[in-house]
């Protein structure tokens, strides 16, 4: 079967033994994932994980192994790739995305294969997730993307009529927007500079949008939307470090700033940090998302409640992985990009 792999600074197609399904595990054949930011940066390098991409993805169970009782052959679904342990100090907590079992955890070979097996703990602890018959495959690739922006927004203790400003309008960006304005924002705006993704912002629930390189734009912005008070949340949506400080000036006092985009490695947090000190600002950087998140998500996308299909701008089957690669990283052509697979595309 193919999978598309990194290799050094590619992404390319390589053949592979299909999996099979061992004692409590599942093996899925692949309809659609979504190309991720973080997989962008495992490709530039920026982000040294397991360097397995692909997590975003949804398709047909094709095999259960012996002793799975809560699903079938057949059932269409999204898979989670990381699950907590739901037992240590840090997941006893709450705090279950920074538990040491969840990175660890991984389907095999990644979601960019044909056919990708989903081992016995995830099975068992919840992370595969039938679709409901109103999510189609395209929306189903969004769910954990929009999962991070759910378990971001309950972790920072937003609240109903909360103002959001968001800097960074990638797809990351946009579905944070989408999901806080689902759960009653009662003002959101965002700074992007690619035309093509304020167009977006603004057809789904973003107010206002500012280009970040006009000075003073988006303080400008916020000023006027907030009567010079501050919104309740600022968001930095990207990697940015010139994001960072940018947000730092825009929350209310004793606002919050949420560190959401997965940041340049390297870099320092440049803030006025007395101004954060006396306006008590709550700096909170949140990561990844949880199998109970993304099946919220989930139920709102299935209610109606969550529109995210206009965000996918384009899908590409595996075989042509590196041009997805290509658009994904470009901004001013792509929005979300979806690798498509053999449940979705019989030819691709
Ligand atoms: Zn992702
Ligand atoms: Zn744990």
């Not at 603004?202 to 949008?209: F, Q």
Request: charged fraction near 20%; glycine fraction near 12%; proline fraction near 6%.
């Amino acid at each position: 079967m193919k999978v598309g792999r990194l290799d050094g600074g590619r992404v390319v197609l390589t053949e592979a033994d299909p999996p099979r399904a061992g004692p409590g595990e599942v093996v899925v054949r692949l309809a659609a994932c979504g190309v991720c930011g973080t997989d962008l940066e495992k490709l530039r390098g920026n982000y040294q994980s397991a360097g397995r991409i692909g997590h975003e993805p949804v398709g047909v169970i094709e095999e259960v192994g012996a002793g799975v009782e809560r699903h079938r052959v057949g059932e269409r679904v999204f898979v989670h790739h990381h699950v907590p342990c739901y037992a240590c100090a840090v997941c006893r907590r709450g705090d279950f995305t920074f538990c040491p079992t969840y990175q660890r955890t991984n389907i095999d070979p990644g979601g960019f294969a044909e056919r990708f097996r989903v081992p016995e703990e995830n099975v068992r602890r919840g992370a595969v997730l039938p679709l409901g018959a109103s999510v189609g495959w395209v929306e189903g690739a969004l769910l954990e993307p929009a999962g991070c922006a759910l378990t971001a927004l309950r972790r920072v203790g937003f609240h109903a009529g909360d103002s959001v400003f968001l800097v960074g309008l990638g797809p990351v960006g946009l579905l944070y927007s989408r999901v806080a304005h689902a759960l009653g924002a009662g003002w959101v705006g965002g700074a992007e500079l690619s035309p093509l993704r304020r167009e977006a912002a603004e057809r789904g629930g973003v107010e206002a949008t500012v280009d970040p390189r006009s000075d003073g734009a988006a303080e400008e912005l916020v000023t006027r939307a907030t009567q010079g008070i501050g919104v309740d949340l600022a968001v930095v949506a990207t990697g940015a470090p010139a994001a960072v400080s940018l947000a730092a000036r825009l929350p209310r006092r004793g606002g919050t700033l949420n560190l959401f985009g997965l940041p340049e490695a390297q870099s320092r947090l440049d803030a006025d940090l007395q101004a954060l000190y006396l306006h008590g600002t709550r700096v909170i950087p949140t990561y990844a998302t949880t199998e109970r998140d993304i099946a919220d998500v989930h139920a709102l996308v299935a209610a109606g409640r969550l529109s995210v299909r206009d965000l996918v701008t384009h899908r590409l089957p595996l075989a042509r992985i590196d041009e997805a690669f290509r658009l994904a990283a470009a901004p001013a052509e792509a929005l979300k990009v979806v690798v498509t697979g053999p449940a979705l595309d019989p030819d691709g």
